[in-house]
């Protein structure tokens, strides 16, 4: 899952809710208009791209950081448009016909003072190998984020007084764009790498990059002899290693709270525990493994999923033929896959999982924690294949919402429907870089018009069956488990899959695992022979650790893998396998 990158904002500020006012008007019945321009000074144009409009109450943040699909009582209101074409000075409009989240028409929004801003997330038109020409906002070092993207265009916020009752027309100018990221620099032990895929700039008809951020162990250059197991861990872009931290915290770091974990000073706990994990990785006994982070950021989403895709390409062979050798030849891996791990959370989780049981033959084990959905049945609370609606359990006499977030009591926040009129608030065919968006892209045939085909329709939430049976037969882990175990591929995963799920976990993932599991289970001839377990009451992303609160255990992913992937190795590695020079 996306959690607190695109749509779910950083910061978390407390925001005043942007509601239906007493007796507001229906959707779409206002006279009230926004017309958004950018000089010729700013872009010469034309462009194409999704303009937004945001609006909000709270100044401690710019209004486009402050979108949050997973509790709409706190978000900022946006709206959004297609531009195609749109040249300097033309007027773009925004208008009560326009969707908006969380309330859905400028009709509903309760009249007073806002800061309102406008941003363009920029398109480029790809013509790509399949025939089709699409226009899709291509990742420019950041990891796909919209509100971040280097060459957005944006106006500065203002603070606006707006009355849908009002027949009036309110002026924005886009004034400044986005500046470009500074690259990362390496350290001794932090490196950063980038290829250029030829299986991907064939697919996209374009040069497509891929990256690393690779974490060298302790040794590398006063060993030069010495060959190391690679460990993946899969997740959103990394800009860098964050999660490593040669200094000693900052004792003067101003504190800042964490929402998510309830907890003060939560940026003074990261930086411990990254130092922790530099002490623990320069000491006496620490497994001496290559540590590889994936930039795989594409036109869709911060990651490609790693496996192959209609819409994506074949990101999935990119990576293991192309990027995975060139990592371990520069770093010298070992390079066989009796010395290759995976683990990740959430996102990372998945990938973890499918990597392991599409490429069976190329790696030795998978940790996978609160996994993305990994049985289709349960897609979140939604089952695509008996559910005809994706939005509401519907009956002959009511219809009760399909929750998508909870709180570790129970408490929903947000439905299956407000997260996805988010996404399609911040894009149309599938280009919201949103979390349904890129299951939708990773896993759906394409359509006609070269756009992931949708599983459900965006604004009713009916479920396409024939799009769920192609997504049945060629993502759903745990379909795939049961349809081909005793085919020859349990042989190849003995021993090799490991889940992980808190109990309350905020997307209802922990249902999926449970599917899964009651399949693994009864295995036989091969047993599965690996693990699953559960966190009580824990919520995204927990990751086994029952001797500490999520909020510490995400940080502490590869001291808790390492050790049980070297006792993989042990136990696994063929005769004659380099078992020595790599532990000093």
């Known amino acids: 899952m996306r959690r607190a990158r695109q749509i779910m904002v950083t910061g978390f500020a407390l925001l005043a809710f942007v509601g239906v006012a007493a007796g507001a008007q229906s ?46 009582t706190r978000s900022a209101q946006a709206f959004g448009i297609d531009v195609l074409g749109w040249r300097p000075g033309e007027a773009a409009v925004i208008d009560g016909e326009v969707l908006g989240f ?118 590398f250059d006063e060993h030069p002899e010495a060959r190391y197991p690679l460990a993946v861990f899969h997740g959103h872009f990394p800009y860098t290693a964050a999660g490593f931290r040669e200094a000693a915290p900052d004792p003067n770091l101003p504190c800042e709270y ?43 989403f911060d990651d490609s999923y790693a496996v192959n895709s209609q819409n994506l390409g074949p990101y999935g062979d990119a990576i293991q033929y192309e990027l995975v050798p060139e990592i371990e030849r520069r770093f010298r891996g070992i390079g066989q896959p009796w010395a290759r791990f995976m683990y990740g959370g959430s996102t990372g989780g998945w990938e973890a999982l499918a990597v392991q049981v599409l490429y ?20 979140m609370s939604t089952n695509i294949y008996e559910d005809a609606n994706a939005y509401w359990a519907i009956g002959p006499f009511a219809r009760v919402a399909r929750p998508g977030h909870r709180d570790w009591l129970g408490h929903v926040s947000a439905t299956i429907e407000d997260m996805n009129r988010a996404e399609l608030v911040l894009g149309t065919k599938g280009r919201s870089g949103g979390q349904f968006d890129i299951w939708e892209a990773v896993y759906a045939p394409v359509g006609s018009d070269g756009y992931p085909k949708r599983i459900w329709d965006k604004r009713t939430g009916v479920i396409d069956k024939a799009v769920a049976a192609h997504l049945r037969e060629n993502y759903d882990l745990g379909q795939i488990l049961r349809r081909d175990w005793s085919k020859g591929l349990g042989k190849k995963l003995a021993g090799k899959i490991h889940l992980y799920c808190g109990d309350m976990d905020n997307y209802y993932l ?31 992303c927990w990751n086994g650790d029952h001797t500490r609160p999520n909020a510490y255990s995400r940080l502490r992913y590869i001291q808790m893998h390492a050790p049980k992937m070297l006792k993989r190795i042990e136990e696994s590695a063929p005769p004659g396998a380099d078992l020595t020079s790599w532990r000093y």
């Open 360 to 379: 069976p033959d190329e790696w030795n084990g998978c940790w996978a924690s609160c996994p993305d959905p990994i049985d289709f049945r349960a897609y």
């Open 27 to 72: 959707a779409g019945a206002t006279r009230l208009r926004f017309a958004v321009r950018y000089p010729p000074a700013l872009a010469q144009g034309p462009l194409d791209g999704r303009l937004l409009l945001l609006l909000s109450t709270d100044a401690s943040a710019e209004p486009r950081f402050q979108l949050r699909d997973s509790d709409p």
């Open 258 to 300: 964490s929402e998510r974990f309830r907890l003060d000073c939560y940026n003074r706990i990261e930086q411990q525990l990254a130092h922790e994990l530099y002490q623990d990785w320069t000491s006496p006994g620490f497994p001496r493994f290559l540590v590889v982070e994936i930039q795989h950021a594409n036109p869709y």
């Open 510 to 540: 922990n249902n999926a695992v449970y599917l899964v599991e009651d399949f693994l289970k009864t295995t036989a001839d091969p047993s599965y022979g690996g693990e699953v377990d559960y966190g009580d009451r824990a919520e995204h």
């Open 102 to 219: 969380p309330a859905e028409s400028l009709a509903q929004v309760t009249a007073g003072r806002y800061r309102v801003q406008a941003l363009l997330h920029r398109y480029e038109t790809f013509h790509r190998a399949d025939g089709h020409v699409v226009r899709l906002p291509m990742d420019r070092g950041e990891g796909q984020q919209w509100n971040r993207a280097p060459g957005n265009l944006l106006s500065a916020p203002r603070e606006i007084a707006v009355d849908p009752a009002r027949a009036e027309t309110l002026e924005l100018e886009l004034d400044q764009a986005i500046p470009e990221i500074e690259a990362p620099k390496d350290t001794r032990y932090v490196k950063h790498i980038r290829i250029q895929s030829e299986r991907l700039t064939k697919f996209w008809g374009r040069p497509m990059q891929l990256g690393a951020v690779v974490l060298v162990p302790h040794g």
